[in-house]
């Protein structure tokens, strides 16, 4: 009878710390599910058009490609993407590795001067060539960047979303404040608010026509980030993602950055 | 018609007195709908072709609102840890201004260099606190030797330096956006005030400039119009010589300028300083009115009449004067709505609303109220004027002598107008008592040129800002401007390319210079663009698909004439050493305020012309003649040509302000030839006298009222001269000695030119007239 009682508040002692889950735990909780989701993606490579659309509507393409490779245990994932239009940066090959605890590292090839050059580190969100996307928002995007606090449930584009707030631990990150729409069937980002320095609201990302790779993997075909305090915006349009094509970690070195095609 | 209307008013005063306050009510709470302007632009038409390139600019590149906060320390020393960690702090804190887009200062300026065969790009200085006393002056002859700091955010002798926010206003409600945005910036300069006793903390900028406008309107209201309520009260109890006269007048003076404002105001509309003169305009131009009635009606009472015998009789006499010159100053003002400056067409419709209203109210509204306000003794000094006596002999006996002598001072004065010069200056148009004004004043002085042209330099297609010949070109172009006497700072895309080429290789100095391969620039671009932290990046330089530049040029704070022919040397430069796609026209503010003045005046000469005109057909009409109407043209036209005479031999700075001085001042100065023509010609024609008797019947039946007059017209114009906005200041002066060169041309100049043109044919018109 003792036994029973105390097994009984046990299970409402456990209930009750389920429902004290803080909000900050919830945030995180959600981050690790979407993170855990997109794990074991192996590589994959994408094309991906970038188009910007000044004020006035008026746009600016450029084409490149990208290749992913996943990290392993501790190490962030590493990424190469090479530059096939405008003409004059034809060839040009970014590698970066990103890390979890610490600032990324990033290595640009120019062609013109046959060289590698180290990026300056702790830039990384000014503009992406020109862009309305900074660096920071299209590198991987590893939970340790960010802490979290869980909002609120809503439903949006017709999805029921979690809706949590995300704050950037890297005191150079041009934010204070994201916040995210992750549809709770599948753990995607559809929308996301970047909150500036003086935390107003300076643009959104929307991720759109989600499609599904290896059964398991979505991708978006296409996001759009607006830019509300310049009007500016930039289209990133995706094309023929290939999953698992055998990339080799030997592919993404500094040596290898001169070869990239 | 008008008796029988004044006889029903004197006798239910009550009723008019309570309908009248009624209306004024009704109409006048609107004035509580507007708002203080902050936007320059306000002064511009939406097709002003300078506003548009303007306009054109900031869409490819940045919003240029800017707000500069410079930092003066008292002992000249910026490079030391204490001064450096405040420009750390204050560029760290500035993100924070409302719609900031940009802070720059020497602190965050992104240095470049090379290290082994890596570029470093990084802020020139960062926890300035542990910096050692030599790496602060290697920093320091880093900064005094960039071409986008030196002369910009530091001194040239390092003795100033300066934060440059760049603000983007949404634009929604610019006039509480402004102030938000200011109100921030000097909370947080007073903090660093207080925190840094030594340096001096000085303001400018667009979005400074923008503000300054409410400010001065603020200025206006709470200084301008208690003067001119108090100068009413003392001109009218002078020329009424009594309270209720005073009162009565007074209160027709206030409501006419309440109605008028009030109707304006209804729909919410914004206001400059500009527009804020009209109260002040109305009051003095309604005084006049009230003025004339009310000597008639005194005259009547003095002579025994009962008061509405009197009122009857006074309105009788006078409804036609008053009528006629309420349509000609309305007309006059109408004209305003020519101009090429949006406030100047509310000034002038709130005049005209205002003029109008006070026509309707003395003649409707003053009978009734004097019907309830005691009568008084009137003093028998009421039209005793022997000294109109005196003067009017003295022209007739000397009229050739004053006739020759005033021709030739008129034409000398006219011949001088060109040497005006012209000049718009958004930092001159308020005066010192305006902060703004001085801390521009101080900025120009120590650190940079506070007014400024840009030049969006386009390149061949998409990426062609790389092609080394554009850069080269654009490189030279900057040193031509470099090479300007009034130039202060050049900021220039081709200035990032030498560097960058020079850390590329090693910071060797030789490769300080253009690339020479254009993939190598593009290349060398892209790097930078990928190491340039958050706000700091290139599109306020380059445009988004890389096929123009913006170049900035910081100048001294010279005349509008100055800026265009600055202006004209750099597009013939263009022409000359550039393709044709380059050249282009600078784009500012100080350049489209340089243009203003000129565009004003031109769009503002047809309908001065087409008033001109209606104006002399109206008198030809009241005056039955012809030959007089065009003879009146002279005393109407000559006094603004004899002002701008005057203008030039005393200033010689015509702005804004003094465009549209003809069409304030076109239907004032029309009133006085009116007055004394209508009585000439009535002298003429009803009591069949000679030129010379009529003349002297001119002056004595209207020459005292017309000094009044003028001497209130003179003192109300001159109240604005009080105005720390000088396109107020100059308006209200150059329309004080217009309005008074006017009397004094009616009086010295139009009767010998009556003796002269209007005798020999006149006196035998009217030998005929008696014998047929």
New interface residues.
């Given amino acids: 009878m003792i036994k029973t009682m105390l097994i009984a508040a046990l299970f409402a002692l456990g209930s009750v710390t389920a429902i004290a889950q803080t909000s900050q735990e919830k945030g995180l909780a959600i981050a690790v599910e979407a993170d855990k989701r997109g794990e074991g993606f192996g590589d994959s490579q994408v094309e991906l058009k970038m188009v ?1 659309v ?3 509507g ?1 746009e ?1 393409p450029r084409d490149m490609r990208v290749k992913s490779l996943e990290g392993v245990g501790e190490e962030g994932d590493k990424s190469l993407m090479i ?1 096939d239009t ?4 034809k060839g ?1 090959a ?1 590698l970066t590795y990103t890390h979890k605890d610490k600032s990324d590292d ?1 290595w ?1 090839y ?4 046959k ?1 590698v ?4 580190s ?2 990384k ?6 862009s309305e996307f ?2 920071e928002d299209i590198s991987s995007q590893e939970v340790e960047k960010y802490t979290y606090n869980y909002l609120r449930d809503e439903t949006f584009d017709g999805k029921d979303c979690f809706v949590v707030e995300r704050f950037p631990t890297d005191k ?3 934010y204070t404040k994201q916040v995210a729409w992750i549809d709770k069937a599948e753990y995607r980002a559809l929308k996301i608010e970047f909150y500036d ?2 935390k ?1 609201l300076l643009k959104t990302l929307e991720n759109k026509d989600y499609k599904l790779y290896l059964d398991k993997f979505w991708r978006p075909a296409l996001s759009v980030m607006q830019n509300h ?2 009007k ?1 915006g930039t289209r990133l349009e995706y094309k023929g993602y290939e999953f698992q094509v055998g990339l080799k970690d030997r592919e993404f070195t500094k040596n290898s950055l001169k070869r990239a095609k | 018609m008008i008796e029988r209307i004044t006889w029903w008013l004197v006798r239910h005063p009550w009723a008019v007195v309570i309908a009248t306050l009624f209306l004024v009510v009704a109409t006048g709470y609107g004035a509580k709908n507007i708002k203080l302007n902050a936007d320059y632009r306000a002064f511009f038409s939406n097709d002003n072709p300078y506003l548009q390139a303007f306009e054109n600019l900031q ?2 590149y ?1 919003k240029v609102d800017n707000i500069l906060i410079a930092m003066v320390p008292k002992d000249g020393e910026v490079f030391n840890t204490r001064i450096l960690t405040l420009v750390e702090e204050l560029t760290e804190e500035s ?7 940009r802070v720059d200062s020497i602190s965050n300026f992104q240095h470049t260099y090379a290290e082994e ?6 802020s020139l200085f960062e926890y300035s606190a542990d910096l050692s006393e030599e790496e602060i002056q290697a920093k320091k002859a880093v900064a005094l030797k960039d071409p986008v700091l030196a002369g910009n955010l530091i001194a040239y002798d390092g003795k100033a330096t300066g934060v440059n926010i760049t603000i ?1 206003l ?1 634009g929604i409600n610019q006039a509480a956006e402004v102030p938000e945005v200011v109100g921030f910036v000097r909370e947080m300069v007073a903090k660093y005030e207080e925190a840094y006793p030594e340096v001096g903390f000085y303001l400018t900028g667009v979005t400074m400039t923008n503000n300054a406008f409410p400010e001065a309107s603020a200025q206006d209201i709470k200084e301008l119009y208690p003067i001119m309520i108090l100068l009413i009260l003392v001109l009218l109890f002078f020329s009424l010589k009594g309270m209720w006269g005073t009162l009565a007048t007074f209160s027709i003076v206030v409501f006419s300028s309440t109605i008028a404002m009030g109707l304006f105001g209804w729909p919410g509309p914004e206001v400059t300083p500009t527009t804020l003169s009209a109260p002040v305009m109305i009051m003095t131009l309604a005084i006049a009115d009230c003025i004339h009635i009310l000597m008639s009606y005194y005259h009547g009472i003095a002579k025994g009449e009962s008061k509405p015998a009197a009122m009857v009789e006074s309105i009788r006499i006078n409804f036609q004067p008053v009528l006629l010159t309420s349509v000609t100053t309305a007309i006059g003002f109408l004209t305003l709505n020519f101009s090429d400056a949006p406030p100047f067409h509310d000034l002038g419709n709130i005049v005209c609303i205002g003029v109008l209203a006070a026509f309707l109210l003395a003649i409707f509204f003053l009978p009734a109220l004097m019907m309830l306000l005691p009568s008084k003794k009137v003093s028998e000094s009421f039209g005793e004027n022997t000294k109109m006596q005196k003067l009017s002999e003295f022209v007739i006996k000397h009229f050739r002598p004053l006739l020759v002598s005033f021709s030739v001072i008129i034409v000398v004065l006219i011949a001088l107008i060109p040497l005006n010069e012209l000049d718009d200056n958004t930092i001159e148009y308020f005066d010192w008592s305006i902060k703004f004004r001085s801390d521009s004043e101080m900025i120009a002085d120590k650190l940079t040129g506070v007014q400024s042209m840009n030049y969006s330099l386009k390149a061949d297609g ?2 062609g800002v ?1 092609d080394p010949a554009y850069l080269n070109t654009i490189d030279a172009f900057a040193d031509f401007l470099r090479s300007q006497p009034e130039v202060r700072h050049v900021g220039t895309f081709s200035d990032v390319m030498k560097r960058l080429n020079k850390n ?1 290789n090693g910071d060797d100095e030789s490769y300080y210079k253009v690339p020479n ?8 671009m ?2 930078y ?11 306020n330089q ?1 445009n ?3 096929s123009a530049t913006r170049m900035s040029v910081q100048i001294d704070k010279i005349t509008a004439q100055e800026i265009i022919a600055l202006d004209n040397r750099a597009v013939a430069w263009l022409e000359e050493n550039a393709p044709q796609y380059m050249v282009t026209e600078g784009a500012s503010t100080a350049v489209m305020f340089a243009h203003i003045t000129e565009r004003n005046i031109k769009s503002m000469i047809g309908g001065v012309v087409g008033a001109l005109f209606l104006i002399s057909f109206i008198i030809m009409i009241a005056i039955k003649s012809v030959k007089l109407g065009f003879i009146s043209l002279i005393p109407n036209l000559v006094p603004a040509g004899m002002a701008f005479g005057l203008w030039a031999v005393f200033d010689g700075m015509v702005g804004l302000g003094l465009s549209v001085v003809m069409g304030v001042t076109l239907g004032i100065v029309v009133d006085d030839t009116v007055h004394f023509m209508t009585k000439y010609v009535r002298a003429k024609r009803e009591l069949n006298l000679k030129t010379e008797a009529a003349i002297e019947y001119a002056f004595h039946t209207v020459g005292v009222a017309l000094t009044a007059t003028t001497i209130v017209l003179c003192a109300g114009f001159l109240v604005l001269a009080l105005s720390p906005f000088a396109i107020n200041t100059h308006m209200g002066i150059m329309s004080a000695l217009t309005i008074g060169l006017a009397l004094i041309v009616d009086f010295f100049f139009l009767p010998p030119l009556l003796l002269q043109l209007d005798k020999n044919k006149n006196e035998t018109d009217q030998s005929k007239g008696a014998t047929s």
Wanted: charged content about 25%; aromatic content about 8%.
């Fill in positions: 910007l000044d004020s006035k008026t600016a530059f405008p003409i004059d940066q040009v970014m990033q640009l120019l062609p013109a001067l060289r050059k180290k990026i300056s702790k830039n969100s000014g503009p992406f060539v020109g900074a660096f150079y990150s041009g320095r003086k107003s305090q310049t500016k | 869409d490819q940045n993100w924070q201004v409302p719609y900031s887009r065969d890596d570029m470093i790009v990084e983007n949404p998409e990426m790389v590329m391969d254009r993939q190598l620039a593009a290349q060398y892209l790097l663009e990928l190491s340039l932290p958050y706000g700091l990046d290139l599109t380059v988004g698909n890389k």
